[in-house]
């Protein structure tokens, strides 16, 4: 019985079980954090630490790993692939809207930007605080907690030493996409597409072991995406933002109110952004 809950070679629980604790934790921690924390810009801005207090205990007393090995750490390097990553997500958001406009999809009806207004810098800052906390957390866990002991619990198979790393990276991008089902105005191809988002942002943690890559990429994606374009978040329109559209295109392409990542426009974007990532990765990692 006791084999069910501990691997004696590894000395620690098993991958599942190690799961559940951490995700556990970090779901108390949250609970304890909107006790005390009664904005929703606030909660969310805690986020990020309260995961990462999570994975670092567990990292210590369950996983029994150094916490580096979910590829949180600060190093040089780790800052230029992150700015790498910024840098693939602004080209592709880019992209993205620059075809949207061009095949009359949506039209710019507004440009909101003064240097001089405090309150519109402010919130410029406040929306990219709160985005880089999202995105650190989203993909500590969502990424490199999951992916990690998602793997090595898949180890038992032998037959090709891909398919642990193939069936991690699908049931967490899986459960990415389901993250985001009950977002405002949320579709089965919404869902779909932030699990293949999923798949795009795992490649990068992957192959450099380092969440770098993928915390960049989220980060300006989302922020490009709702503040500079002004187009909706997973679903969320969000304030202030520095360009406005009208979206008048079908649905099927530009993702309609739930915003590009809703529609095929989305997947094209997310596949320049994972070919960028693939070619820098290759350039400096694969010698």
């Known amino acids: 019985m006791r084999a069910i809950f501990y691997n004696p070679k590894e000395n620690r629980f098993r991958a599942g079980w190690r799961i559940l ?19 929703e810009w606030g909660f969310n801005l805690v986020l990020a630490p309260a995961v990462l207090a999570a994975m670092f205990f567990a990292s210590r ?3 029994k790993r150094p916490f580096t090995e979910f590829g949180i750490y600060f190093k040089t390097d780790w800052i230029i692939d992150f700015l790498a990553g910024n840098l693939f997500a602004i080209l592709s958001m880019g992209f993205i809207v620059s075809i949207s406009i061009l095949m009359g999809w949506i039209t710019l009806t507004e440009i909101n930007f003064n ?15 709160l985005m880089t906390a999202v995105s650190i957390w989203e ?39 389901t993250a985001h089902i009950s977002n405002p105005n949320a579709t089965w191809f919404s869902t779909f597409n932030i699990a293949i ?23 300006s994606w989302n922020y490009f995406q709702g503040v500079v374009f002004g187009l909706p978040v997973s679903g969320q329109a969000l304030e ?9 295109g079908p649905d099927l392409f530009t993702g309609g109110s739930f915003g590009p990542e809703a529609g095929l426009i989305g997947i094209i974007g997310l596949i320049l952004m994972w070919i960028l990532s693939y070619f820098y990765i290759v350039r400096y990692y694969k010698k």
Do not use: W
């Open 139 to 177: 993909e500590a866990y969502f990424r490199s907690y999951l992916i990690t002991n998602l793997k090595e619990g898949f180890s038992f198979i032998q037959y090709n030493k891909r398919a642990p790393v193939v069936i991690a990276v699908i049931i967490s991008s899986a459960l990415f996409g």
């Open 115 to 129: 240097i001089l207004d405090t309150d519109f810098i402010t919130g410029l800052l406040s929306a990219l605080a």
């Open 240 to 248: 202030p933002a520095i360009l406005q559209f009208e979206i008048s």
């Open 61 to 63: 007393n369950i996983d």
């Open 21 to 39: 604790f951490t995700t556990g934790l970090a779901f108390c921690l949250l609970i304890v954090t909107a006790i005390f924390i009664q904005s």
């Open 197 to 219: 988002a999923g798949v795009v942002l795992a490649y990068p943690y992957i192959a450099t072991k380092s969440l770098a890559i993928p915390v960049g990429m989220h980060l």
